[in-house]
T-cell receptor, first 113, second 111 residues
């Protein structure tokens, strides 16, 4: 069974720009969660989608948003990029919701200059 | 605010020894507990999950859960240099279902 895929793997953007990241979950998984990982803060939860609905949201500004499509694929968007948004963005999928085992994709490394 | 605490390490053990990694959590209603392994430059990989009090064994790995003490641990028997990585404890359930991670413990297994 194919794992979680994320595109693109690497991205360099300039402050003020916006970016869209994509995640395809494991086949049959309906929940997708997004995380930001930085050396200082560790892994921080952004949001979770299940059946195209946002079920949980972390403590991030409104510049961070996401959505899920009917095929469970998910996208997250960051608008008005700041230098501090440079991080590894990870997507994880699970069968139902985050009480179940989550499996991570390889991540998208975003660098904001 | 759910919190998950881990010793940052580094924890250094000789090859063949038992590595013991510990984690405490603040939300008494937490229901699901996970251990992830993350190699440098890679994404986290799920290696163990436990939902009930007691021990759960899988190969060289044993997860232990004590809900009364709000404590979960991971034992790695016969540690190998390939086990050298950061181990992340994660907790879900209770006040909400979002997964909360500890900052991780860096484990180094010396040949």
């Amino acid at each position: 069974k194919a794992g979680v895929t994320q595109t693109p793997r690497y991205l360099i953007k300039t402050r003020g720009q916006q970016v869209t990241l994509s995640c395809s979950p494991i086949s049959g998984h309906r929940s997708v969660s997004w995380y930001q990982q930085t050396p200082g803060q560790g892994l921080q939860f952004l949001f979770e989608y299940f059946s195209e609905t946002q079920r949980n949201k972390g403590n991030f500004p409104g510049r961070f948003s996401g959505r899920q499509f009917s095929n469970s694929r998910s996208e997250m968007n960051v608008s008005t990029l700041e230098l501090g948004d440079s991080a590894l963005y990870l997507c994880a999928s699970s069968f139902s919701h985050t009480a179940y085992e989550q499996y991570f994709g390889p991540g998208t490394r975003l660098t904001v200059t | 605010q759910k919190e998950v605490e881990q010793n940052s390490g580094p924890l250094s053990v000789p090859e063949g020894a038992i590595a013991s990694l510990n984690c405490t959590y603040s939300d008494r209603g937490s229901q699901s507990f996970f251990w992830y392994r993350q190699y440098s430059g890679k994404s986290p990989e799920l290696i163990m999950f436990i939902y009930s009090n007691g021990d759960k064994e899988d190969g060289r790995f044993t997860a232990q859960l004590n809900k009364a003490s709000q404590y979960v641990s991971l034992l790695i028997r016969d540690s190998q240099p390939s086990d050298s990585a950061t181990y992340l404890c994660a907790v879900s359930g209770g006040s909400n279902y979002k997964l909360t991670f500890g900052k991780g413990t860096l484990l180094t297994v010396n040949p």
